[in-house]
């Protein structure tokens, strides 16, 4: 299993992301919906960066940077959408190309756990799409409990397929 740590992004990390983000775009747009193509635009990218640190700047949510332990970006993670009141955050991750099946994810899920209890965070909610198995045994074997699936279909890379909701309840 590879090492890995997570970051808070920071304003220097913009260029690094943007070359992870163009790197594995057609890998990602496998799994989840295609970003709006001026995403890919560095100039445009930046204002982003820019919004994202301060959203977190701000507590309402937080941007981690997944690094092995030679400093690269091998992916992202995120707690986004934090309800202050009831402390529940929703999480989102993508794990780069290269590194996929090394259990970087579930690595990368247990740390944001710890991140999100020193946040004062005690609720993870989290959704995958039917066919991202991989992701689903990631929120098992970090104690999510699985809460249900749409009735609802949609189609994503001409499959068929529908969300399932997972929670986790600060053990």
Known sequence: MEKIIINKIKYTDAHALFEFEKTNQTFFELMVPPRDG????YQHFKKIHQSLLNEQ???????????????????????????????????????????????????AVSLLIKEAKQLGINCIKAKTTSNNIASQKVMEKNHFTYLSADQCFFEMNGEQVYFVYYQWDGN
């Open 38 to 41: 001026e995403y890919y635009n």
């Open 57 to 107: 700047e701000n507590g309402l949510s937080y941007f981690f940077l997944i690094r092995d332990l030679t400093d690269s970006i091998v992916g992202r993670i995120n707690l986004v959408d934090i309800n202050q009141e009831e402390r529940i955050g929703h999480l989102g991750y993508r794990i780069g190309q290269d590194h996929v099946g090394k259990g970087i994810a579930s690595q």
